[in-house]
């Protein structure tokens, strides 16, 4: 088989790639943690329920329903990115979480509409799951794709834990502005629905996406080799697991799930055991989930050039050793300070945001790696939507096993070491993947890992 040819990206090519790929994944997830945010109010005025747990676990349930749509979402767009390019794909999934996100503030209470508050929310969340899985495919491979291969660990950190960390941060920094602008109960009517407005900030990056950057030079050169005649793969979605792969690919899952998993029983849940469970003022709230939100951007892109610089496997396992001790602590140390102290709260959030996240910074290279261009975009995105579907079901897990709210962090720091582990037996028995971009493959070996 001949190698496509592959032109090397221009700095501006890069320079917009990078940009665009860590920009739609911020603005993905500013759109998922809105709810988070501002969960205890969303409880109380769509899902009303006799036990302040009930009504976080109902909230938490229709923030699984985006999550659980994403592997349908990724199937979906990451055949489109796969075909017609990363480019076109982002453009349409950014422009559809926007205006699903922006739709949700428009949403009548239960008070008002009865039922049917919940009914709408929830069709709301269901789309833009569909979306959000399609995020991943544009995103987590435009960028990689677009960089020379010294630079793609540092890369898949500043877009998969620092894309992630600035969406935290601009959410953050929203609700401080929100929550001045709509103090007390001027939020529960018009603060959590500006929220939700302001997701139409994706579908205006859209916009800038389709002016501004360029296809993906590797798919470019596979379409290129196409058009001149030279034999290229054509693998299907069901080559994931096809001729012995099962194993691999269900491998591949139990790695992300487990990575996912730090993240939303840590981030994602920082703002409910802040409110809930330390009962931080909401002034504060913010600032402490801000700062932490800057930490996890510093950490991912820290782990990120750690993976390339001893590897994948290794880095990941370091930091997983690491954490099976740290965040359980971290959990116990911030859930048992006092309020008022805010500065000592503030420190072990960031700690506790900065090591989950270093965790999984490299794991969206690492995916990469596993896949062929021509199938890597679905590859990276069932996987990843997958194994973070099961993950973003935790915290509801948690909740759900939580008699009261003082029992949470209990229960918490028992999931915590549960999926660290975990994350430490799927990195055990992975190989080292840095370097297999540099291969093009057919769907039969696409699976074997490079020689480290």
């Known amino acids: 088989m001949s190698t496509p040819r592959i032109t090397g990206p221009s700095r501006r090519a890069t320079f917009y790639a990078a940009f665009a790929s860590v920009a739609g994944w911020a603005f993905d997830l500013f759109d998922l943690f809105i709810l988070l945010f501002v969960a205890g109010t969303v409880g109380e005025l769509l899902f009303p329920a006799s036990s302040p747990t009930l009504s976080l676990a109902a909230v938490y349930a229709s923030f699984a329903v985006s999550v659980l749509l994403r592997p349908a979402g990724a199937a979906i767009f990451g055949g489109i990115a796969d075909r017609h390019g990363r480019k076109k794909t982002m453009v349409i999934v950014l422009a559809g979480v926007g205006l699903c996100t922006a739709a949700m503030g428009a949403v009548p209470t239960y008070a008002t ?8 929310f929830l069709i709301l969340r269901f789309f833009q799951g ?20 010294r630079w793609r660990g540092l890369m898949s950190g500043l877009i998969g834990g620092g894309g992630a960390g600035l969406g935290a941060a601009i959410a953050s920094g929203l609700f401080i502005v929100v929550s001045q602008i709509f103090p007390g109960e001027q939020f529960e009517v018009w603060g959590w629905r500006v929220m939700f407005f302001a997701g139409l900030a994706a579908a205006i990056l859209s916009y800038f996406v389709l002016r501004g950057v360029e296809e993906s030079p590797l798919w470019k050169a596979q379409q290129q080799a196409q058009k001149e005649g030279a034999p290229q793969p054509k693998p299907r979605m069901s080559d994931l697991v096809r001729d012995g792969r099962g194993g691999l690919f269900a491998l591949n899952i139990l790695l992300v799930a487990s990575a996912g998993s730090q993240y939303y029983l840590t981030s994602g849940y920082l703002p409910t055991l802040l409110d809930q469970i330390t009962g931080v003022h909401k002034s504060s709230q913010g600032v402490i989930l801000l700062v932490s939100s800057l930490g996890v951007v510093v950490a991912t892109i820290a782990a990120g050039e750690l993976s390339e610089r001893i590897g994948r496997r290794r880095s990941m396992l370091l930091m997983g050793g690491f954490n099976l001790v740290a965040l359980p602590l971290l959990v ?18 960031t700690a506790l945001a900065f090591f989950a996240n270093a965790a999984y910074a490299p794991v969206l290279v690492f995916l990469n790696e596993r896949y062929p261009t021509a199938l890597r975009s679905r590859g990276t995105a069932v996987c990843w939507n997958t194994g973070f579907m099961i993950g973003g079901l935790m915290p509801t897990f948690v909740n759900l096993t939580s008699p009261g709210l003082a029992d949470v962090p209990g229960r918490l720091m028992v999931f915590l070491i549960v999926v660290v582990a975990a994350f430490l037996i799927a990195n055990a028995i992975s190989p080292e993947t840095r370097g297999a971009m540099e291969r093009e493959q057919l769907p039969h070996p696409m699976t074997e890992p490079a020689k480290a």
Do not use: D, N, R
């Open 130 to 149: 569909i979306f959000v899985g399609g995020v991943v495919a544009a995103t987590h491979t435009l960028g990689t794709e677009s960089v020379g291969p």
């Open 113 to 120: 509409a009865g039922v049917w508050a919940p009914v709408v």
């Open 332 to 349: 116990w140390l911030l859930t048992s300070t006092e309020p008022a102290k805010t500065g000592l709260i503030t420190v072990y959030a």
